[in-house]
């Protein structure tokens, strides 16, 4: 069975642009999380959907940070402008419905902001 | 507020026994997981505990006090694959898995 699923790996990109991130989670798993983590800590909760509706977006910044789910398969998360403190790892996660305590986590992809 | 606490680093040898504790403080309680993070990597499920009491798994084996909101992770006969940092993590009320900043574990030969 394939894992959760990140693109891309790896993204430089200097300030001020816009990036974005893409999560395929394992099938059949209806809830998908976004994290982020800065090194040295654990991960953050950004957002929570369950199939294609976020019901739980409280940590996202809003201002410059949006996500889609639109088929309540992958996603897409958006940083628009991006600044130097967004450099970090976001990581996708993915549960079975029903199952919130489970989460099986994807690569990340490695975000850095020049 | 929320709060989990667990040591920044730990260095074991080979062979022996290291205990990662964490203590935490949420706003509600619906179990405790472990998770392994090598470096640059995703984190892996290890264990999940949600009644008092000692999970074995294997050679890592993780224990539960909600009373005393306190848990350990128990490693022993460390290998050197086992190098990685060790996130605790609580799933608090509403379902939300908050974590700690890990404990990173170096073995040595």
């Known amino acids: 069975e394939a894992g959760v699923v990140q693109s891309p790996r790896y993204k430089i990109i200097e300030k001020k642009q816009p990036v974005a991130f893409w999560c395929n989670p394992i099938?059949?798993?209806?809830?998908l999380y976004w994290y982020l983590q800065n090194l040295g800590q654990g991960p953050e909760l950004l957002i929570r959907?369950?199939?294609?509706?976020?019901?739980?977006d409280s940590q996202l910044p809003k201002d410059r940070f949006s996500a889609e789910r639109l088929k309540g398969v992958d996603s897409t998360l958006k940083i628009q402008p991006a600044e130097l403190g967004d450099s970090a790892v976001y990581l996708c996660?993915?549960?079975?419905?029903?199952?919130?305590?489970?989460?099986?986590f994807g690569p990340g992809t490695r975000l850095t902001v020049t | 507020g929320q709060n989990i606490d667990q040591p920044t680093e730990m260095t074991a040898t080979e062979g022996a026994i290291v205990q990662i504790n964490c203590t935490y403080q949420t706003s509600g309680f619906n179990g405790l997981f472990w998770y392994q993070q090598h470096a640059g990597e995703a984190p892996t499920f290890l264990s999940y505990n949600v009644l008092d009491g000692l999970e074995e798994k294997g050679r890592f084996s993780s224990f539960l006090s909600r009373s005393k909101g306190y848990s350990y992770l128990l490693l022993k006969e460390l290998q050197m694959k086992d190098s990685a940092s060790y996130l605790c993590?609580?799933?608090?009320?509403?379902?939300?898995?908050?974590f700690g900043a890990g404990t990173q574990v170096v073995v040595t030969p």
């Open positions: 993590a609580v799933i608090g009320s509403w379902g939300k898995l908050q």
């Open positions: 996660a993915s549960s079975p419905e029903g199952d919130v305590y489970e989460q099986y």
């Open positions: 959907y369950e199939n294609e509706e976020a019901v739980d």
């Open positions: 099938s059949g798993h209806n809830t």
